[in-house]
């Protein structure tokens, strides 16, 4: 069975940092692709960044240059690195794992098969 699960939600002031993490069971991140995705009340998901198996990271326009997504293989760990958070980053915070191989990563909720229970970011002003 698998399983995604975050932590390192929280609240912040504007400027300040967060690293979420998203430990896996059941599945092995070094094969698929890897993303963080958000989501604000009576709005859509929306993909953050993304992570292919092999190392390539992909951004959203307004995290570029601010948040990283890296992870750990021995660990099996996924990890969002957030710098200088704006108040417009409050959101829930899920990451998901994709099982497919082949091409690059999507950025559709529908690209990926497990995803965890999410994690609370607050940003303040």
């Known amino acids: 069975q698998v399983r995604l699960v975050e932590s390192g939600g929280g609240s912040v002031q504007a400027g300040g940092s967060l690293r979420l993490s998203c430990a896996a069971s059941g599945y092995t991140y070094s094969h698929y692709c890897m993303a963080w995705f958000r989501q604000i009340p009576g709005k859509e998901r929306e993909r953050v960044a993304t992570l292919h198996s092999v190392g390539i990271p992909s951004y959203t326009e307004s995290v570029k240059g601010r948040f990283t997504i890296s992870k750990d293989n021995a660990k099996n760990t996924l990890y969002l690195q957030m710098d200088r958070l704006k108040p417009e980053g409050t959101a829930l915070y899920f990451c998901?794992?994709?099982?497919?191989?082949?091409?690059?990563?999507?950025?559709?909720?529908?690209?990926?098969?497990?995803w965890g229970q999410g994690t609370q970011v607050t940003v303040s002003s």
């Open positions: 998901a794992g994709s099982t497919l191989r082949v091409g690059g990563c999507g950025g559709w909720t529908s690209y990926y098969s497990y």
